[in-house]
């Protein structure tokens, strides 16, 4: 059974950093590529960033450029969001997904909430 279990979320004020991680489990996760997508209240999912299978290509949306930082462990099966200069406008409930993009398989989420 494909698991995703992401964790590291939490409250946090504008300026802020949190780590998210999502341990994979139920597949081979060295064999995939892996996204890290948000929904706001009241949004659509959003895609915000995705690494390929050996980790050598990081894409992300330009909202975060510059700002978060995904890898990924395969040895240790684990995704990581590292999120830097928080904004306001990135409050959202954070998923770890298989493959590129928002359709792919999905953990619960962590929620971040950025505010003052």
């Known amino acids: 059974e494909v698991q995703l279990v992401e964790s590291g979320g939490g409250q946090v004020q504008p300026g802020g950093s949190l780590r998210l991680s999502c341990a994979a489990s139920?597949?081979?996760?060295?064999?995939?590529?892996m996204s890290w997508v948000r929904q706001a209240p009241g949004k659509e999912l959003e895609w915000v960033s995705s690494?390929?299978?050996?980790?050598?290509?990081?894409y992300y949306i330009e909202a975060v450029k510059g700002r978060f930082t995904i890898s990924r462990d395969n040895a240790k099966n684990t995704l990581y969001l590292q999120m830097n200069s928080l904004k306001i406008e990135d409050t959202a409930v954070y998923y770890c997904?298989?493959?590129?993009?928002?359709?792919?398989?999905r953990g619960q989420g962590t929620q971040v909430t950025v505010s003052s």
């Open positions: 139920g597949f081979t996760f060295s064999f995939y590529a």
């Open positions: 997904a298989i493959n590129v993009g928002t359709s792919g398989t």
């Open positions: 690494i390929m299978q050996d980790g050598d290509g990081e």
